[in-house]
Every structure is written in C-alpha cells, then in structure tokens.
T-cell receptor, first 114, second 113 residues
Framework: QKEVEQNSGPLSVPEGAIASLNCTYS??????FFWYRQYSGKSPELIMS????GDKEDGRFTAQLNKASQYVSLLIRDSQPSDSATYLC??????????????FGKGTKLSVKP | DADVTQTPRNRITKTGKRIMLECSQT?????MYWYRQDPGLGLRLIYY???????NKGEISDGYSVSRQAQAKFSLSLESAIPNQTALYFC????????????FGDGTRLSIL
C-alpha cells in the first residue's frame, strides 16, 4: 500500500515563529517530493519541490529530505497569518504500473496567530 | 488566463442526472488527472491519462468515466450522479517526463441533492 502520512493538525504558531511540517512515506524508491499549499476552498498550489537528500531553500521556505528515513519536512520561517492554510505533502510513486504518479498526504492545517 | 481551466466552477444537480466536468489546459502537458477531495479524506485519484490513447483508472473510478478528446482536453462524467459524489473535483496536469509536479485547475464544487 502506497502511503504518505502527515499529522492533520491543526498546528498553531505565533506570527514570526518557525512552523515545522512533517511527512513520512512508504515507498523507499520514491524519486521526487513536493509541498503544496491549499487555502480553504481553493486548489493546491505548488510551493516546493525536492529531489535530493538535504535541504532546499526558497525564500522563507525550506524543504528537507532524508530518503534513508523516508521523511520529508517543510519549514516556514517568520510565519505570517497569510501562511494559514493546509499543506499537502506529495510523493511520486509507481502506481498501477505507471511511472511517477503522485500520492498525496491528507494535509496538515497550519494556523498562524497574529 | 489560467493554464488549467475547469468548467463549471460550481454545479448543483439532482440524483440520477448525468454530469460532465470539463478540463482544458494550455501548458502543453501530456499527462492529465482527475481527483476528488472530501473533508478528512484528502485528494483521491479518479482517472489519469498519459496521452490521448492511454487512460487509466485510479483508486476510486467506480461511478465515473472519462474522455480524452485531445492532448489539451480531459472530461470527467458521472453517468448517474448520487449524493456521495458530492465533493470538490480537481483536474491536474504534468509533463510527459516522469517524477514531475502536477499543476491544478481551480476546481469544480459539485453538489448532488
């Protein structure tokens, strides 16, 4: 069973703090990993992609990947109320014989308090 | 203009009706996907297509059918709608090369009474 697990939250952090979102996945040979942000009633928006072990930074966002532990995380520095959303972790896994479909976690709801 | 366009954006209909949701894209991507999203259940894959002649069932295809009319168009049909198909539906696209991210349309909110 291909699975991507996330804590559902809600995760509440004060404005200006670091928000840490975590994700584990079941398929050891997965190749690529993505974080999406989804505001309530809106579509998922890609915010980070990571393909290699280590850290990748983009502005206030840092994605971290550890393939040996099958773990990927997203850090949001200097959190703002506008960061309040649900964050979806997505992992490419071979699915039904087709290469590279995405398996999504159920998402972590983040609330940033002013 | 949106790269991935879904129509309609909202639809309310009755049990037993046939419904078609349409998706068109200008991104030039070969792969297209249909998902539904329900509270607490996340995104679930209904159907996916890697090109016009390659259509595959996802994890929850029962009660749904699809048509890939062209590289840029992928439609989802509910032949006889039932209330538990009430959900938010998303179309997504990705390039032919594997292991790429998907890009989503704005979604269709479907309510079946």
């Amino acid at each position: 069973q291909k699975e991507v697990e996330q804590n559902s939250g809600p995760l509440s952090v004060p404005e200006g703090a670091i928000a840490s979102l975590n994700c584990t996945y079941s398929d050891r040979v997965s190749q690529s990993f993505f974080w999406y942000r989804q505001y309530s009633g809106k579509s998922p928006e890609l915010i980070m992609s990571i393909y290699s072990n280590g850290d990748k930074e983009d502005g206030r966002f840092t994605a971290q990947l550890n393939k040996a532990s099958q773990y990927v995380s997203l850090l949001i520095r200097d959190s703002q109320p506008s960061d309040s959303a649900t964050y979806l972790c997505a992992v490419n896994m071979d699915y039904g014989g087709s290469q590279g479909n995405l398996i999504f976690g159920k998402g972590t709801k983040l609330s940033v308090k002013p | 203009d949106a790269d991935v366009t879904q129509t309609p954006r909202n639809r309310i209909t009755k049990t037993g009706k046939r419904i078609m949701l349409e998706c068109s894209q200008t991104k030039g991507h070969d792969r297209m996907y249909w998902y539904r999203q329900d509270p607490g259940l996340g995104l679930r894959l209904i159907y996916y297509s890697f090109d016009v002649k390659d259509i595959n069932k996802g994890e929850i295809s029962d009660g749904y059918s699809v048509s890939r009319q062209a590289q840029a168009k992928f439609s989802l049909s509910l032949e006889s709608a039932i209330p538990n198909q009430t959900a938010l539906y998303f179309c997504a696209t990705s390039p032919r090369a594997g292991y790429q991210p998907q890009h989503f349309g704005d979604g269709t909110r479907l309510s079946i009474l």
